[in-house]
């Protein structure tokens, strides 16, 4: 009777200190993620395509046929999250499925286990002694007590069952949570996208209401916003080599991912976004290593880039940028991509509208335009 109390008392021990979990279906996440990565190929082709487009950039039809491959492009990228979310969706519903008929079957052998506790109860209660005394024979005798063992040995088989119910369980549960913040973040991405291509569409019109069509007026246009652009360029240049030889005299201390303001529209934007450049020893360098790498956070979440490092096409109205711009929605919050002081909080009417500049030591300076005001 002391030995069946003891491995009673041990299973209940071992059944209590379990945590729930669910099942997964590795042949459908496979399926899924191979899915997924074809969708970013078509929309990595598609991006290509565009940024060829860009440099060849010289007359109006030239950007109207810009505009237009854009407008397709990003239509495209839409079609193409939409069908993402979908899957995700539908990923999520399996595994959700999955994960009731789980619980279920987890819950069938967890009654079993407790009958099977039940009877060694009962069985503990009766000795050695008794158990020969009740029996007729000394072969009924062994019987029963191979009859004990036996419900023993099914409580251990049915433990080792419950264990690897509840570890599918939770593994299937962490997908499922891992899957449903894809979702979050794609649809994110679909506001995104759907409001540059409400942009893109916007200066589409916008340049041939200023232009009227005439490729002298187009001309003349590109000239004007290139002098203004340069000229707001040369004046940010002065701002951050002047910070950059006095060094972090002013401003508030910022952690990594704080919020120092909000995406807008100020100064000359072409549509509302960030504009993010990095400053190395008082020199724009191209931001995206840096941020690929880690020794700068991005500065927004859920958005996608509109205007890389390097030439552009013209409606950025400059002839080279000297960082990347990132839509994630008006008003998204914007976050510090490293810890730094905010040495500059100003506005630049004809450029970068309100900006702020962040030192962040070992000669590196963060910009950060077209904020809210």
Same mark, same amino acid.
């Given at each position: 009777?002391?030995?069946?109390?003891?491995?009673?008392?041990?299973?209940?021990?071992?059944?209590?200190?379990?945590?729930?979990?669910?099942?997964?279906?590795?042949?459908?996440?496979?399926?899924?993620?191979?899915?997924?990565?074809?969708?970013?190929?078509?929309?990595?082709?598609?991006?290509?395509?565009?940024?060829?487009?860009?440099?060849?950039?010289?007359?109006?039809?030239?950007?109207?046929?810009?505009?237009?491959?854009?407008?397709?492009?990003?239509?495209?990228?839409?079609?193409?999250?939409?069908? @993402?979310? !979908? #899957?995700?969706?539908? =990923?999520? +519903?399996?595994?959700?499925?999955?994960? &009731?008929?789980?619980?279920?079957?987890? %819950?069938?052998?967890?009654?079993?286990?407790?009958?099977?506790?039940?009877?060694?109860?009962?069985?503990?209660?009766?000795?050695?002694?008794?158990?020969?005394?009740?029996?007729?024979?000394?072969?009924?005798?062994?019987?029963?007590?191979?009859?004990?063992?036996?419900?023993?040995?099914?409580?251990?088989?049915?433990?080792?069952?419950?264990?690897?119910?509840?570890?599918?369980?939770?593994?299937?549960?962490?997908?499922?949570? @891992?899957? !449903? #913040?894809?979702?979050? =973040?794609? +649809?994110?991405?679909?506001?995104?996208? &759907?409001?540059?291509?409400?942009?893109? %569409?916007?200066?589409?019109?916008?340049?041939?209401?200023?232009?009227?069509?005439?490729?002298?007026?187009?001309?003349?246009?590109?000239?004007?916003?290139?002098?203004?652009?340069?000229?707001?360029?040369?004046?940010?240049?002065?701002?951050?080599?002047?910070?950059?030889?006095?060094?972090?005299?002013?401003?508030?201390?910022?952690?990594?991912?704080?919020?120092?303001?909000?995406?807008?529209?100020?100064?000359?934007?072409?549509?509302?976004?960030?504009?993010?450049?990095?400053?190395?020893?008082?020199?724009?360098?191209?931001?995206?290593?840096?941020?690929?790498?880690?020794?700068?956070?991005?500065?927004?979440?859920?958005?996608?880039?509109?205007?890389?490092?390097?030439?552009?096409?013209?409606?950025?109205?400059?002839?080279?940028?000297?960082?990347?711009?990132?839509?994630?929605?008006?008003?998204?919050?914007?976050?510090?991509?490293?810890?730094?002081?905010?040495?500059?909080?100003?506005?630049?009417?004809?450029?970068?509208?309100?900006?702020?500049?962040?030192?962040?030591?070992?000669?590196?300076?963060?910009?950060?335009?077209?904020?809210?005001?």
């Amino acid at each position: 009777m002391s030995r069946n109390r003891r491995l009673l008392l041990k299973v209940i021990l071992g059944f209590l200190i379990f945590t729930v979990a669910i099942p997964a279906n590795a042949s459908t996440l496979d399926n899924k993620k191979n899915e997924l990565s074809q969708i970013q190929n078509q929309i990595k082709t598609l991006e290509n395509g565009l940024r060829e487009k860009k440099s060849k950039i010289n007359t109006l039809n030239d950007q109207i046929a810009y505009f237009d491959t854009e407008i397709s492009t990003v239509t495209e990228e839409i079609d193409l999250t939409i069908s @993402q979310i !979908n #899957k995700l969706q539908s =990923e999520i +519903k399996s595994l959700n499925a999955e994960i &009731k008929k789980t619980e279920k079957k987890l %819950k069938e052998a967890q009654e079993l286990l407790k009958d099977y506790l039940t009877e060694i109860y009962s069985q503990g209660k009766t000795s050695a002694l008794e158990m020969i005394v009740s029996s007729n024979n000394i072969s009924e005798y062994m019987n029963q007590m191979e009859y004990t063992e036996t419900l023993q040995e099914k409580v251990n088989n049915q433990v080792t069952t419950i264990k690897d119910i509840k570890a599918n369980l939770d593994k299937n549960k962490s997908r499922a949570e @891992q899957e !449903n #913040k894809k979702l979050n =973040e794609t +649809k994110t991405q679909l506001t995104a996208k &759907k409001t540059s291509l409400d942009n893109t %569409k916007a200066e589409k019109q916008k340049l041939l209401d200023m232009t009227f069509g005439e490729e002298q007026r187009f001309q003349d246009l590109l000239t004007a916003s290139r002098n203004k652009e340069a000229a707001a360029e040369r004046e940010i240049q002065n701002i951050v080599s002047s910070l950059y030889n006095r060094g972090s005299t002013s401003g508030g201390q910022v952690s990594t991912g704080a919020i120092i303001g909000y995406q807008g529209n100020t100064g000359y934007s072409t549509g509302t976004h960030l504009h993010f450049t990095v400053f190395k020893n008082g020199v724009a360098v191209d931001p995206l290593p840096l941020l690929n790498n880690g020794t700068f956070n991005w500065p927004l979440s859920g958005f996608i880039i509109t205007q890389y490092y390097g030439k552009p096409n013209w409606n950025a109205a400059y002839s080279f940028h000297n960082g990347i711009d990132l839509s994630a929605g008006y008003g998204a919050p914007i976050h510090a991509a490293a810890p730094g002081t905010v040495v500059t909080d100003g506005w630049m009417p004809n450029g970068y509208g309100h900006y702020k500049v962040v030192d962040h030591g070992n000669g590196y300076m963060t910009l950060y335009g077209h904020m809210k005001q």
